[in-house]
């Protein structure tokens, strides 16, 4: 049996590992990307634009044995069960620091040997294939903070602050994310999903019109006209 370190896989709160062997998880160094090409009449090659990751899809290869008060068809009901999703969920393997948010999307080479065995290959997508922190960090009250960062992808942040007006800066970029003046409320500013709220209700209205939600680097030093909170994942490429 492996090693319970190493034979670890977590889907929506879930350690599947106790169901079976993690066999091996297969997934590409980088996700697969798209290139945004534009061709030239009369010129050799194209004219490159940009490029975009595509979904990542992550194969995990797990094996089954029966124990001496459950049979397969049990063990393999509660693997499916588990693995049962039409929303996204947090997925993890093998302990690492990346988390994907992902939903089940195959089953490839099932195979049964009688009671005593089964092999299988789960198939997960995850739409953003650019992965995340297990938590989101959080950095408390302040006007001014530098911010540091175990990686060197941008990530976006949740701002919270209790007021009438706040003005966020990103001093490396210049971008800012204000709040004009109006009555005093707890706005949450949530960069992820480009929306401002207070309480259950939008507050779009007092955003201000140039306002971008912006990207935080590693580094970057934020400041506020008034004090602020801040939450974010860390983002990853790849897993260590």
Same mark, same amino acid.
């Given at each position: 049996?492996?090693?319970?370190?190493?034979?670890?896989?977590?889907?929506?709160?879930?350690?599947?590992?106790?169901?079976?062997?993690?066999?091996?998880?297969?997934?590409?160094?980088?996700?697969?990307?798209?290139?945004?090409?534009?061709?030239?009449?009369?010129?050799?090659?194209?004219?490159?634009?940009?490029?975009?990751?595509?979904?990542?899809?992550?194969?995990?290869?797990?094996?089954?044995?029966?124990?001496?008060?459950?049979?397969?068809?049990?063990?393999?009901?509660?693997?499916?069960?588990?693995?049962?999703?039409?929303?996204?969920?947090?997925?993890?393997?093998?302990?690492?620091?990346?988390?994907?948010?992902?939903?089940?999307?195959?089953?490839?080479?099932?195979?049964?040997?009688?009671?005593?065995?089964?092999?299988?290959?789960?198939?997960?997508?995850?739409?953003?294939?650019?992965? %995340?922190?297990? !938590? $989101?960090?959080? /950095?408390? &009250?302040?006007?001014?903070?530098?911010? =540091?960062?175990? #990686?060197?992808? +941008? *990530?976006?942040?949740?701002?919270?602050?209790?007021?009438?007006?706040?003005?966020?800066?990103?001093?490396?970029?210049?971008?800012?994310?204000?709040?004009?003046?109006?009555?005093?409320?707890?706005?949450?500013?949530?960069?992820?999903?480009?929306?401002?709220?207070?309480?259950?209700? %939008?507050?779009? !209205? $007092?955003?201000? /019109?140039? &306002?971008?939600?912006?990207?935080?680097? =590693?580094?970057? #030093?934020?400041? +506020? *006209?008034?004090?602020?909170?801040?939450?974010?994942?860390?983002?990853?490429?790849?897993?260590?």
């Amino acid at each position: 049996m492996a090693n319970l370190w190493n034979n670890s896989l977590i889907f929506a709160g879930k350690e599947l590992g106790k169901l079976g062997v993690i066999e091996y998880v297969e997934r590409p160094a980088l996700p697969p990307m798209k290139i945004s090409q534009k061709e030239i009449i009369g010129r050799d090659g194209v004219l490159y634009k940009t490029k975009n990751f595509e979904p990542l899809y992550i194969t995990v290869k797990i094996r089954q044995f029966n124990n001496i008060t459950r049979n397969i068809d049990d063990i393999i009901f509660d693997l499916m069960e588990l693995v049962h999703s039409k929303t996204l969920a947090p997925l993890n393997y093998r302990n690492k620091r990346t988390w994907y948010d992902a939903v089940l999307v195959d089953i490839q080479n099932f195979e049964k040997f009688r009671n005593r065995m089964a092999y299988l290959e789960l198939v997960f997508m995850a739409p953003d294939p650019i992965a %995340r922190s297990k !938590d $989101r960090y959080k /950095v408390d &009250s302040f006007t001014s903070k530098e911010i =540091s960062m175990a #990686t060197s992808l +941008a *990530t976006k942040g949740i701002f919270t602050f209790t007021g009438s007006a706040n003005k966020i800066t990103n001093m490396r970029t210049g971008e800012f994310i204000e709040m004009l003046s109006g009555s005093s409320s707890k706005f949450v500013i949530n960069c992820e999903k480009e929306v401002v709220t207070i309480g259950s209700n %939008r507050a779009m !209205d $007092r955003l201000n /019109v140039y &306002s971008d939600f912006f990207e935080i680097k =590693s580094g970057d #030093t934020i400041k +506020a *006209t008034s004090p602020v909170s801040l939450e974010y994942y860390e983002r990853y490429l790849y897993d260590r």
